[in-house]
Structures are given as structure tokens and as C-alpha cells.
């Protein structure tokens, strides 16, 4: 039997371990060592730096949520922009908006594109898009020359470890603002809440500094340490549930997760969360 070991907790006491029937691709890019996995649970599975993005079997609760919840929340969102995303899931729940005019995913490595777009042709539909436009750049560089100019943010990025680091640092936030229209939305995967408590008191202590709207909601992602992972929802102006309505949400096709009611849901949070937050 072959075993994939998702090393990143280890020094915690802990491990995912997915068994594997063949490795399709392995290669190492500018910026990070890149896998696909043939799993005997959980279909194929990406892997960058040793750590699971996504797994065919559960990725939709992480992309739909990803994705979902800001556009749901802003009163009419015409452009987005995903910082990250180069597999390509979020921009496929993207790109089931037709009041959207502009996709922008900026992507530092095209690598993961290239390799999401051979082995998860589930995705792949979506960058044909005509409204999407990659581009391929660190998303902290591209961001700063941007004012004013996206409705939603979503920040689809790795761990804060690595080249996702700097997308979880207090000048990428300040500039997600001002790249913000004025009643703009932005959100961003931000760890679990039952093993990354200090790092997401800390992000919200940083982040209430710059947006006046700061909330944290979850998804349920077997494949990812314990099993969630939750997101930082910023907003200039309005609450994640001011401008939902069931209409515009029944309207999405192909869901599997997201609906109106769990987007109401996902924000009332664990009573040791709420509380760690609210201090
Ligand atoms: N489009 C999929 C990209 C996924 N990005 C988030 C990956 C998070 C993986 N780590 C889970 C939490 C453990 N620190």
C-alpha cells in the first residue's frame, strides 16, 4: 500500500494520511513542488509543498464557499478578482455568475495552472471563459497599482507558510481595501479554528484595523486538518448577510454545499471561537 503523509502537523502530533494508487505528476516549479495523486478514497488530489489544496471528493465545500459567500453578500457584483486559484475550482463556481463582466485570477505560478488544467478537467471549462483574464504575478505586486476596482476579493491562497505568506500580512490587507470598490467585499481562507485559534485572533485583531466589517465563517473539509477550514469575510460597508436573498441564490446551478441557509450558518461560530474573537 502507498501511503501520501501530509507532513505539515507533525511537529504538533498529528498527520493526514490519504492512501494513494499512483502518483500522476510530480514536478518542481519556480516556487513550489507540485503533485497530483490518484487516491484510492478520494479521487485525484493536488498537492503543493507536501500539502493537500484539493481532493475531487470534497473540494466543492471549500471553492462554493470560497466563492459563493462574498458574491452572495454584495448587492450586484460586476468584477472579481481571485488571487490564487491557479487549479481553477474557485473560478469554475465563478464563472456561474452571468451578471459578472470582469474575472480576474492572478496566479504567481503558472505551473499549477498548467497542471490543474491536465487532471481536473472539471475545472478546466472555466478559464475559456470569456470574462475571465489570467495573469500570471505575485497578487501583492498587482494589487498595489489597483484602486477602486473590484466588487469581490477572493483570496484563494495556500498556507501562511511558503509564497502565500505575504497574503496574509497587514500591507496586503491594506491594499485588498483600496483594490475594493466602496461597497466591495473581500474574503480569504483563514486555517481552522480548532488547530489555528492564536493565528486567526491574530488576523482579525490585524484586520479590524483596516476594514469596518470583520467576521469569520466555516466549511467542513474532510481532506484538510481537522477536518475545517474557515474564511475571513472583509467588507467595507455591509454584513455577510445584508443583501442575501434566497432568489439570486436559487438561481446558481450544480451546488453541492452552498445554499442560503448555510451561508447564514456558517457564521455563528463555536462558542470558544466566538469568544477568542470577541476579546
Ligand atoms: N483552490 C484550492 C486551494 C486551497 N487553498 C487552501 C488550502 C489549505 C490547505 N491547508 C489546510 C489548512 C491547514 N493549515
Not at 481536473?120 to 470569456?130: L, M, N, R, S, Y
Not at 445584508?242 to 432568489?247: E, W
Amino acid at each position: 500500500m502507498n501511503w501520501f503523509t501530509e507532513t505539515l502537523e507533525t511537529s504538533l502530533g498529528r498527520q493526514v494520511q490519504i492512501e494513494y494508487k499512483k502518483i500522476l505528476t510530480s514536478s518542481h516549479s519556480d516556487f513550489q513542488h507540485l503533485e497530483v495523486f490518484e487516491t484510492v478514497p478520494y479521487g485525484k488530489m493536488l498537492v503543493l509543498d507536501g500539502v493537500i489544496q484539493l481532493t475531487e471528493f470534497d473540494h466543492f465545500a471549500y471553492h462554493e464557499m470560497l466563492i459563493h459567500v462574498p458574491m452572495n453578500a454584495h448587492s450586484n457584483p460586476k468584477s472579481l478578482l481571485i488571487v490564487g486559484g491557479g487549479d481553477g475550482g474557485a473560478l469554475a463556481e465563478a464563472v456561474k455568475y452571468p451578471s459578472l463582466e470582469t474575472i480576474i485570477l492572478c496566479e504567481i505560478d503558472k505551473t499549477v495552472i498548467d497542471v490543474s488544467r491536465k487532471h481536473f478537467p472539471e475545472f478546466d471549462k472555466a478559464f475559456d471563459d470569456k470574462r475571465v483574464t489570467v495573469i500570471i504575478r505575485d497578487a501583492a505586486e498587482y494589487i498595489k497599482h489597483k484602486t477602486n476596482a473590484f466588487d469581490v476579493i477572493a483570496i484563494d491562497s495556500s498556507d501562511p507558510i511558503g509564497p502565500a505568506e505575504i497574503l496574509f500580512q497587514e500591507a496586503f490587507y491594506r491594499d485588498v481595501f483600496s483594490a475594493l470598490t466602496e461597497d466591495g467585499v473581500a474574503v480569504s481562507q483563514s486555517e481552522s479554528m480548532y488547530y489555528h485559534q492564536d493565528f486567526i485572533a491574530e488576523l482579525f485583531a490585524q484586520n479590524k484595523t483596516i476594514f469596518p466589517v470583520n467576521e469569520y465563517y466555516y466549511t467542513l473539509v474532510p481532506t484538510y486538518p481537522s477536518g475545517t477550514i474557515g474564511f475571513s469575510f472583509c467588507s467595507r460597508s455591509s454584513g455577510p448577510t445584508t443583501h442575501l436573498q434566497a432568489d439570486r441564490v436559487a438561481e446558481l446551478t450544480g451546488l453541492r454545499y452552498y445554499s442560503e441557509a448555510i451561508h447564514r450558518s456558517a457564521f455563528v461560530l463555536p462558542v470558544f471561537l466566538r469568544d477568542k474573537l470577541a476579546r
